[in-house]
């Protein structure tokens, strides 16, 4: 599976961005799905989770403020990001697991086999 992530830019602090992911070459199926994040000396930090069946989790950094959604069938997973604080900014990377992972597993990068390109969100205070 192929991942193509868009949507980041240069924002001020209480902007919205609305980050999008599509996958190519095969259907997400029953897997999971994320959106991690990376800023500049910070190890990959796990943002968001949805699962095949609809059910999401969050960071209790975003909780609140973020909210992924997306059409597995089509392929598509998006991260709507509201109220942006600088602390947000960072490389977005969108994530599939060809499984659907456990709770306990969501957070942790190396269960993801496929990743995005990486989206830069940039917030000014």
């Known amino acids: 599976v192929q991942l193509q992530a868009s949507g980041g830019g240069l924002v001020e602090a209480g902007d919205s961005l609305r980050l999008s992911c599509v996958g190519f070459e095969h259907t997400f199926g029953r897997s999971t799905m994320a959106w991690f994040r990376q800023a500049p000396g910070k190890e990959r930090e796990f943002v968001a989770g949805m699962w095949w069946s609809g059910t999401t989790y969050y960071s209790d950094s975003v909780k609140g403020r973020f909210t992924i959604s997306g059409d597995f069938a089509v392929n598509t997973v998006d991260l709507q990001m509201n109220s942006l604080k600088p602390e947000d900014t960072a490389v977005y990377y969108c994530?599939?697991?060809?499984?659907?992972?456990?709770?306990?597993?969501?957070?942790?990068?190396?269960?993801?086999?496929?990743w995005g390109q990486g989206t830069q969100v940039t917030v000014s205070s």
């Open positions: 994530a599939a697991a060809p499984r659907s992972l456990r709770t306990s597993e969501l957070r942790t990068p190396h269960e993801y086999v496929y």
